[in-house]
């Protein structure tokens, strides 16, 4: 089965600086999404940043960028130009691709605080 | 449409008695999805149809949990005979097939005393 470990239950930065995340995870597929989802307090978890396994390059979505290393399969999350409203939970997650597999598998979470 | 609807947002229940949620996804969207969120922790995935056709349940749904989606529309969520550990939010998320992420709603928070 596949797991997804997040090692930083909690993590604080300033605001307008950078900072990373880290996620690991087990699998035995060859190809499968990994993702990234912010979930504000008391509201819903919003989709910050995909990655598809076969693809090599990283992605980016303005100030929010990931190191993918595949072999050590490792997905960090960099934030930079920390903003107040990027205060959250942050939970990296896992969906394989073969045939019937649409469930996510979630880490435990990483809450960020932004430090004014 | 403004996306993934819950209700209620809240439910206090004593333990023993029934509860009953609700999950209205996006329209257009043809598979929804039950997570269980306990404080500090990730989702973990329930259960998961494909319009109305529930194709996968983990281990996690016992014999006291039943989802069903009549129709292929909205989604009820039922916990039978409540225990203090199904304390717990609950998140549905609906998709359309070939997307890759979900649209998530704002969950249904349970506390059973």
């Known amino acids: 089965a596949q797991t997804v470990t997040q090692s930083q239950p909690e993590m604080s930065v300033q605001e307008a600086e950078t900072v990373t995340l880290s996620c690991t995870y087990d699998?035995?597929?060859?190809?499968?999404?990994l993702f990234w989802y912010k979930q504000p307090p008391s509201r819903q978890m919003i989709l910050v940043i995909r990655?598809?396994?076969?693809?090599?390059q990283n992605a980016t979505e303005n100030r929010f960028s990931v190191n993918f290393q595949k072999a050590a399969k490792s997905f960090s999350l960099k934030i930079s130009d920390s903003q107040l409203g990027d205060a959250a939970m942050y939970f990296c997650a896992y969906r394989g691709k073969i045939q019937g597999a649409q469930k996510l598998v979630f880490g435990q979470g990483t809450r960020l605080t932004i430090n004014p | 449409d403004t996306g993934v609807s819950q209700n209620p947002r809240h439910k206090i229940t004593k333990r023993g008695q029934n509860v009953t949620f609700r999950c209205d996804p996006i329209?257009?969207?043809?598979?929804l999805y039950w997570y269980r969120q306990t404080l500090g922790q990730g989702p973990e995935f329930l259960t998961y149809?494909?319009?109305?056709?529930?194709?996968?349940k983990s281990r996690l749904l016992s014999d006291r949990f039943s989802a069903e989606r009549p129709k292929g529309s909205f989604s009820t969520l039922e916990i039978q005979r409540t225990e203090q550990g199904d304390s717990a939010m609950y998140l549905c998320?609906?998709?359309?097939?070939?997307?890759?992420?979900?649209?998530f709603g704002s969950g249904t928070r349970l506390t059973v005393v």
């Open positions: 149809f494909q319009n109305e056709a529930q194709l996968e």
């Open positions: 990655q598809e396994a076969y693809k090599q």
């Open positions: 998320a609906s998709s359309m097939t070939g997307e890759y992420g979900y649209t």
């Open positions: 329209s257009e969207h043809n598979r």
């Open positions: 699998t035995s597929e060859s190809d499968y999404y």
